[in-house]
């Protein structure tokens, strides 16, 4: 199994209050990716990082950032969580972008809730 | 943009052969992906195509049409812990990052 573990596993919150959920791999990949998964809707993209320092938006982003100051961490953060940010969230590293070893790994995921 | 359709949910009996189904409509395609998850736990790597035709692996083989916009995730000998979601992702053409789109997923039931 890849090195991939996220903290933490459980979360419960209140409305307004700020979050951060760490990922961190030791697999030295250089693509790190959050989806958040609700029932109906599958897995979404919410940030992706292909580099320290180098993130980009994804489908869902709005309410969140992201922070990559090392290669091995890649955190999120809900500056002020609202209900509808209630989900399980999944962190997944890939080696590369290209046609070879592109398959993404995800770590254990967390679960969120916000009151 | 990415659509990606897939059933919902298909049961099957133990020892026999189940085909789900993925057809995708996309901007950019640079490859099908097919995971497993099962409940509570985290998506686990299948397959991936990027050529048309078939990839056989054990049990399990996927097969990708670019020309029609279709996949399938065929499973054979159809086991109990094979009863979990099956996810079609289709990894589009972009900057920085492959970033893929997710269907919905189809939930496997596997019966005696």
């Known amino acids: 199994d890849a090195g991939i573990t996220q903290s933490p596993r459980h979360k419960v919150t209140e409305t307004g209050t700020p979050v951060t959920l760490r990922c961190h791999q030791t697999e030295n990949h250089r693509y790190m990716y959050w989806y958040r998964q609700d029932p109906g809707h599958g897995l979404r993209l919410i940030h992706y990082s292909y580099g320290v320092k180098d993130t980009d938006k994804g489908e869902v982003s709005d309410g969140y950032s992201v922070s990559r100051s090392k290669t091995e961490d890649f955190l999120l953060t809900l500056e002020s969580a609202t209900s509808s940010q209630t989900s399980v969230y999944f962190c997944?590293?890939?080696?590369?972008?290209?046609?070879?070893?592109?398959?993404?790994?995800f770590g254990p995921g967390t679960r969120l809730t916000v009151l | 943009g990415q659509n990606i359709d897939q059933p919902t949910e298909m049961t099957a009996t133990e020892g026999a052969i189940v085909q789900i189904n993925c057809t995708y409509q996309t901007s950019g395609f640079n490859g099908l992906f097919w995971y497993q998850q099962h409940a509570g736990e985290a998506p686990t790597f299948l397959s991936y195509n990027v050529l048309d035709g078939l990839e056989e692996k054990g049990r399990f083989s996927s097969f990708l049409s670019r020309s029609k916009g279709y996949s399938y995730l065929l499973l054979k000998e159809l086991q109990m812990k094979d009863s979990a979601s099956y996810l079609c992702?289709?990894?589009?053409?972009?900057?920085?990052?492959?970033?893929?789109?997710f269907g919905t997923g189809t939930q496997l039931k596997v019966e005696l």
């Open positions: 992702a289709v990894m589009g053409l972009t900057g920085g990052g492959n970033k893929l789109t």
């Open positions: 997944a590293i890939s080696e590369s972008s290209g046609t070879g070893d592109n398959e993404q790994f």
